[in-house]
């Protein structure tokens, strides 16, 4: 079985650009979540959509945006971006009913560069 | 609010040593608790996980017990090997907060042979 995929693996923008990174859910997995994991910072919840809907949102200005897809892939877009945007992104994703409570699989992640 | 807090690694042991990494959390309600682990050039998997007080995660020799009265889920195994070299990840998730899933910051664990 498939796990999480994420595209592209590494991303290299410049300031006030936009970033998309799409990621790919296991089979049967509704529920998709997206962490940053920044030099220092460790991992910070980002957003969570289940069902095409977004259920809840880290701590993150409204330039870090996304969508669920109906096949359940998703994509987050980050407008503006700024020096600090400079992270590994990861990608879960889990079975619906209870989110984050459920187990999570995570993708490779996608490194973002802002220049 | 809620948060995660782990000890600071890295943390180097000898190849059969006994492994502690400690965990607290603060929470509004009532958390499940996870570890995850990364090794090298992986992504982050699942280790174990307690979903209720008193609860042990248990996999690969690694266990973790969920005690309310400490706010903890310290990680412990009996006897590391090398391939246990990764960065271990303590995280909850709180129901009673919308959801929101919070990690630690990470413990870097290097097993010499």
């Known amino acids: 079985e498939a796990g999480v995929t994420q595209s592209p693996t590494h991303l290299i923008k410049t300031r006030g650009q936009q970033a998309t990174l799409r990621c790919s859910p296991i089979s049967g997995h509704t529920s998709v979540y997206w962490y940053q994991q920044a030099l220092g910072l460790g991992l910070q919840f980002l957003l969570w959509?289940?069902?095409?809907?977004?259920?809840n949102r880290g701590n993150f200005p409204p330039r870090f945006s996304g969508r669920q897809f109906p096949n359940y892939s998703s994509e987050l877009n980050v407008n503006a971006l700024e020096l600090e945007d400079s992270a590994l992104y990861l990608c879960a994703s889990s079975l619906a009913g209870q989110g984050p409570q459920e187990t999570q699989y995570f993708g490779p992640g996608t490194r973002l560069l802002v220049l | 609010g809620d948060s995660v807090t782990q000890m600071e690694g890295p943390v180097t042991l000898s190849e059969e040593a006994f492994l502690t990494i400690n965990c607290t959390y603060t929470?509004?309600?009532?958390?499940?608790l996870f570890w995850y682990v990364q090794y090298p050039g992986e992504g982050l998997q699942l280790l174990l996980k307690a979903t209720k007080a008193d609860d042990k995660g248990s996999n690969k020799g690694f266990e973790a017990t969920y005690r309310k009265e400490t706010t903890s889920f310290h990680l412990e195994k009996g006897s590391v090997q090398v391939s246990d070299s990764a960065v271990y990840f303590c995280?909850?998730?709180?129901?009673?907060?919308?959801?929101?899933?919070?990690f630690g910051s990470g413990t870097k664990l290097n097993v010499k042979p």
């Open positions: 959509y289940d069902e095409g809907e977004e259920r």
């Open positions: 995280a909850l998730s709180d129901r009673s907060n919308f959801n929101k899933f919070y």
């Open positions: 929470a509004t309600g009532y958390p499940s």
